[in-house]
């Protein structure tokens, strides 16, 4: 998949914190969907191709998978109130980039006299609920995998949805520490619109 992608970005950031390497194909689900077919039966990206040829699709996964294979190094701690706190800002984070996503959709694939205002309304009042949540969650330092889908996720909602983060001033404040560290500009392009077919 492509950097762009917060779901891509985030499972390479995850990858390479955690030492594994990997060969990275810059596949477009929309040029490239054949291919991406043959490895997810639903042409999304990310998909990790394991040594033995076994795809693992989407991000979650892969993710759980990497953290199966690190034990005690995991990004997302193993049980207890750690584990509950880590999947609650991974989730808001991932339903705020849906909205984001959604949004996108609209702007992108429909002229924009076709628009569904109320609709774009209702998505961007849900995205805007879970980076108030967000703003409001203590975050620790630590590169775990709150933090790296927070910021993966930041900067697809403000570059490719155009959301202002300036109303969430520490949010806007963690996406600047996390975009400088060399891992995410490593795994950094900016948002291109796919064009609509």
């Known amino acids: 998949g492509m950097f762009d992608s917060p779901f891509v970005r985030r499972a390479a950031i995850s990858l390479d ?3 594994f390497a990997f060969e990275h194909r810059d596949w477009s689900v929309g040029a490239q969907q054949a291919e991406i ?13 394991l040594d033995g040829g076994e795809p693992v699709i989407e991000s979650s996964m892969i993710l759980d998978y990497a953290d199966n294979l690190v034990g005690d190094r995991a990004l997302i701690p193993r049980g207890g109130e750690a584990r509950r706190r880590a999947l609650r800002s991974i989730a808001l984070s991932i339903g705020a980039v849906e909205k984001a ?18 609709y774009v309304e209702r ?11 967000l703003e409001r969650s203590e975050w620790s330092d630590d590169l775990m995998q709150p933090a790296i889908t927070l910021g993966c996720v930041l900067t697809y909602v403000h570059e490719a949805a155009g959301i202002d983060l300036a ?3 520490g949010l806007a404040a963690r996406r600047a520490r996390l975009e400088a560290l060399p891992v995410f500009a490593k795994y950094y392009r900016p948002f291109d619109a796919p064009v609509p077919t």
């Open 37 to 49: 077919r043959t490895y997810n039966p639903l042409g999304r990206v990310p998909v990790l191709v």
């Open 17 to 19: 914190v955690l030492g």
């Open 101 to 118: 996503l959604q949004i996108v959709g609209e702007r992108v694939f429909r002229p924009q006299a076709l628009w569904h205002a109320p």
């Open 167 to 169: 109303p969430w001033p």
């Open 123 to 133: 998505c961007t009042s849900q995205l805007r609920g879970a980076l108030d949540e």
